[in-house]
């Protein structure tokens, strides 16, 4: 039978409860279920004045708002507002009824321009789900995986101007100073003279209208004029964009540890100390990353503060048809290195960047059969390179080779990885359309508080679906233990029943307990025990003569 005017009851007046209107399994209930939302009052707190001015939006909801474009990944805040204006689930999460008007889409911008830019604010929210996932038991920190990831900045390749590529200050420069000198003057040979450091540092760039003369002959880096905060960021032959590097880690679960936001063309082990300093308080025992991490100063600083390194194997850079490096025999009672030809390369200085230099004897070289595998330059000299912190690299390789961590390594795709990918197909973590690094930090964090929080919602729903499910289990397990007829045929097996039961029962508390953190279970089955032996139950529906 054909129906027609289906839509009669568009104009239809009824009346009905908004929280009717959310599904129970709706996410955002479940969100809403998983996290009290009132320690934002105490974290904006000292933004707003307590005594003057017009009453002011509510700061949850002013937070919610961002919170609901990042976990749905809606393109803009505009597009945010208007899904907000006909979707029930997204009032209801504001608290808004469906005549209550939606805030204009500026809102949230003019707050963040007046109240919490420069502050840290976006990180508290991240670190207080981080803390109420700790405290559940859900986070194992014993293994840390670190990587970066690209997203691409609100800005155009096409416009861009020339400006001075300065040299960026290391995080470990003092140190490995302290370190040369130290080699040096083991050697006998003299402190290096200072360098000038007065150009400032790169990677972020000043302001996009500042004029900098270029001398002639000068290195020179790609800047935005839209973003001058972001990186022009270069991967394979196609991709060449302006962009911000984000640098997450994570547990070998997927939670999310910590970031950090830094321009497109810094190298990851030039950023890493930022990160490092956020989850070395974590303590764990290992921090796995990928080549990009694997350097000197990284081994360095892991292995000192009692970390294991995990790096994976990189395959040396020496054209073919050469010796490898490692075929290079490094003598460390005579500090020198041994050629394959067996000749002696001895040292001869400390460079400004941490590497020890030993050089072979020209005489000897220009008379030996394998100088053609050994190296192209003029005067027969051959030059090993070693860094002063290269034991650590070797005690990383070592770390490498240890029963297990290949297995450990490969679990950096479910987890790392994995984030990476859910974050920029289902969060709009792919690109940005705000500009500035500070707003790309707070996109960043907010992004990984929603799925963080998202993961602990729906794992608590699972906890709480599946508890009437243990009840009836774990009745089922004790009633079986406890009741069994043919323990009860004779008198003498009193005892043997009463052990029996208790002990099947104690196992399963002990089994459930782990699997499972519910103190109701728990005294449940410890009324079970408590029950005595069910020979007194039974007997009488045994026969008289067994």
Sequence with gaps: ???????????????????????????????????????????????????????????????????????????????????????????????????????????????????????DLFEQIFAKILEDCMKFNLVDTEQIFVDSTHVKACANSKKMRKRVAHEQALWYEEELQKEITKDREAHGKKPLKEKDRNDPPSGGGGRADSQEEIAEGAKTQKCSTTDPESGWFRKGEHKHVFAYAVETACDKHGWILGYSVHPGNEHDSRTFKPLYDKIKNYRPAMIVADAGYRTPAIAHELLEDGIEPLFPYKSPMTKDGFFRKYEYVYDEGYDCCLCPENQILSYRTTNRDGYREYQSCPEVCAKCPSIHKC???????????????????????????????????????????????????????????????????????????????????????????????????????????????????????????????????????SVVSSLHSSSKISRYLAIMVSVSCPCRYSTNLLPANP
């Design 375 to 509: 190296t192209e330059s003029k005067n027969h000299v051959k030059v090993i390179m070693r860094h002063v912190w290269e034991e650590y690299m070797e005690m990383a390789e070592d770390i490498r080779h240890t029963l297990g961590n290949k297995e450990i390594y490969e679990l950096r795709k479910e987890t790392i990885e994995r984030i990476f990918g859910t974050a920029k197909e289902q969060h709009g973590f792919r690109y940005t359309q705000y500009i500035g690094k500070a707003r790309m930090e707070m996109k960043a964090g907010l992004t990984f508080a929603c799925m963080n929080l998202k993961k602990l919602a729906r794992i608590l729903e699972n906890r709480a679906s599946k508890t009437p499910e243990f009840f009836g289990f774990l009745r089922f397990l004790v009633e079986e233990s406890l009741y069994v007829e043919k323990w009860c045929w004779k008198q003498s097996q009193h005892q043997l029943c009463l052990q029996s039961g208790q002990a099947m029962a104690m196992a399963c508390l």
């Design 1 to 119: 039978m054909m129906t027609k005017n289906a839509d009669k009851k568009r104009e239809q007046m009824i009346m009905f409860c908004m929280d009717d209107m959310v599904p129970q399994n709706h996410m955002l209930r479940l969100i809403d279920k998983a996290i009290d939302w009132d320690f934002i009052y105490d974290l904006v707190e000292e933004k707003y004045c307590l005594d003057n001015g017009r009453p002011s939006m509510d700061p949850v909801m002013l937070i919610k708002i961002p919170f609901i474009q990042y976990l749905y990944g809606i393109k803009s805040m505009r597009q945010t507002i208007r899904e907000i204006e006909v979707n029930a689930a997204y009032r209801w999460f504001l608290g808004l009824d469906m005549m209550d008007p939606v805030p204009h889409f500026s809102t949230f911008g003019k707050n963040y321009t007046r109240r919490f830019k420069d502050t």
